[in-house]
């Protein structure tokens, strides 16, 4: 790219500037926009409770929280510069303001642009560092593992009230195994952009069950014993989240090598 093209004196260039407001827009629209219109009054909680039989409350940022991790990932991924994500949180914020269906509380802008820093902090700290190999694929393996021990035990519970689950716990397997497997692939190849992702949608879960009710807490603690279940969805989350924008940046280098090596 020519200098001209990079814009001077300006961090971002006008190229920057306009992918950074449609991705944006983008994460907005599938974030809150169209979910609240293909599943209105609280349909989605029924899916993630009902459908998919997962304990509450918080369950839905296995969705909403994963969403929004995607696009600030893709928006690092394409653009390459720190603060990509912290711009895209201020604009989501903005387009939640202006073309959202109610007023956005302060908890709702905090928690965007947490996220956003989350994920900014832990991308700029160099991938070489041991803690790589290690904190992440820990935390999955204790959590997958607690998980797939609650539903040997029988201690499944279902819906924000915490209810006995009846059926055949096949959710909690899943997520347990998915977690451990997610372990080993994280050793092998510790991408920060899976920690990061992880971690910032498992402080979107602690955010929603402080700041969101009718009080400061009012949605916390959860029923104790589904805490580690909880944040095992919010971790799963946002690394399969993380995996996808991954997957479209190893896309996006191959198709430059490609570009490169036609041009040389």
């Given at each position: 790219m020519t200098e001209s093209e990079q814009g001077e004196g300006i961090y971002f260039s006008l190229r920057e500037i306009v992918l950074i407001l449609i991705l944006s827009v983008l994460a907005a629209l599938s974030g809150a926009v169209v979910p609240s219109f293909l599943f209105p009054e609280g349909r989605i909680s029924d899916i993630v409770y009902t459908t998919l039989g997962l304990p509450g409350p918080g369950a839905g940022v296995f969705v909403f929280g994963s969403i929004l991790c995607f696009w600030l990932l893709l928006g690092l991924v394409l653009i390459r510069k720190p603060g990509t994500a912290v711009a895209m949180s201020v604009v989501i914020i903005a387009c939640d303001l202006i073309f959202g269906s109610q007023m956005?509380?302060?908890?709702?802008?905090?928690?965007?642009?947490?996220?956003?820093?989350?994920?900014?902090?832990?991308?700029?700290?160099?991938?070489?560092r041991e803690q790589w190999k290690n904190i992440l694929p820990v935390v999955l393996t204790l959590l997958g593992l607690a998980t797939i021990i609650l539903a040997l035990a029988g201690q499944a519970k279902v819906g924000e009230a915490d209810s006995a689950m009846v059926q055949f716990p096949w959710i909690y397997y899943c997520f347990g195994l998915?977690?451990?497997?997610?372990?080993?692939?994280?050793?092998?190849?510790?991408?920060?952009?899976?920690?990061?992702?992880?971690?910032?949608?498992?402080?979107?879960?602690?955010?929603?069950?402080?700041?969101?009710?009718?009080?400061?807490?009012?949605?916390?603690?959860?029923?104790?014993v589904m805490i580690p279940v909880l944040l095992l969805v919010a971790v799963l989350g946002g690394i399969i989240a993380a995996s996808a924008a991954y997957g479209i940046e190893l896309f996006h280098n191959r198709m430059m090598v490609n570009r490169l090596q036609r041009t040389v």
């Amino acid at each position: 790219m020519t200098e001209s093209e990079q814009g001077e004196g300006i961090y971002f260039s006008l190229r920057e500037i306009v992918l950074i407001l449609i991705l944006s827009v983008l994460a907005a629209l599938s974030g809150a926009v169209v979910p609240s219109f293909l599943f209105p009054e609280g349909r989605i909680s029924d899916i993630v409770y009902t459908t998919l039989g997962l304990p509450g409350p918080g369950a839905g940022v296995f969705v909403f929280g994963s969403i929004l991790c995607f696009w600030l990932l893709l928006g690092l991924v394409l653009i390459r510069k720190p603060g990509t994500a912290v711009a895209m949180s201020v604009v989501i914020i903005a387009c939640d303001l202006i073309f959202g269906s109610q007023m956005v509380i302060i908890q709702t802008i905090d928690v965007l642009l947490f996220v956003a820093i989350i994920i900014e902090a832990i991308c700029l700290i160099p991938v070489e560092r041991e803690q790589w190999k290690n904190i992440l694929p820990v935390v999955l393996t204790l959590l997958g593992l607690a998980t797939i021990i609650l539903a040997l035990a029988g201690q499944a519970k279902v819906g924000e009230a915490d209810s006995a689950m009846v059926q055949f716990p096949w959710i909690y397997y899943c997520f347990g195994l998915l977690g451990i497997f997610y372990a080993f692939i994280c050793l092998r190849y510790p991408v920060k952009y899976l920690v990061a992702a992880g971690i910032a949608n498992m402080y979107y879960m602690l955010h929603f069950w402080l700041f969101w009710g009718n009080g400061v807490a009012s949605r916390f603690p959860p029923y104790p014993v589904m805490i580690p279940v909880l944040l095992l969805v919010a971790v799963l989350g946002g690394i399969i989240a993380a995996s996808a924008a991954y997957g479209i940046e190893l896309f996006h280098n191959r198709m430059m090598v490609n570009r490169l090596q036609r041009t040389v």
